[in-house]
């Protein structure tokens, strides 16, 4: 494997975990009630938190 192909990986490993965990909880929001609000909660939740934590300060070394 390639140096390229292991950056670009990496590089899109974020956005995808993001993409993912948004679509299932918008997928779980539309299934029903009960669990599934749970689950489109946390699924929504960690990927606005994940989508946010740029902003975060960073520790200082």
């Keep these: 494997m390639s140096h390229r ?11 995808l ?3 993912v965990l948004s679509g299932a ?3 779980a929001a539309l299934l ?3 669990v599934w609000d749970s ?3 946390l699924g929504l939740g960690l ?3 994940l989508g ?3 902003f975060w ?4 070394r």
């Design 57 to 60: 300060p960073r520790r200082q």
């Design 17 to 19: 975990l993001i993409a």
């Design 32 to 34: 029903g009630d009960g």
């Design 47 to 49: 990927s606005a938190a």
């Design 39 to 41: 689950l489109a909660w």
């Design 5 to 15: 192909s292991q950056s670009t990986r990496r590089i899109f490993a974020w956005p």
């Design 52 to 54: 946010l934590s740029g």
């Design 25 to 27: 909880g918008l997928f």
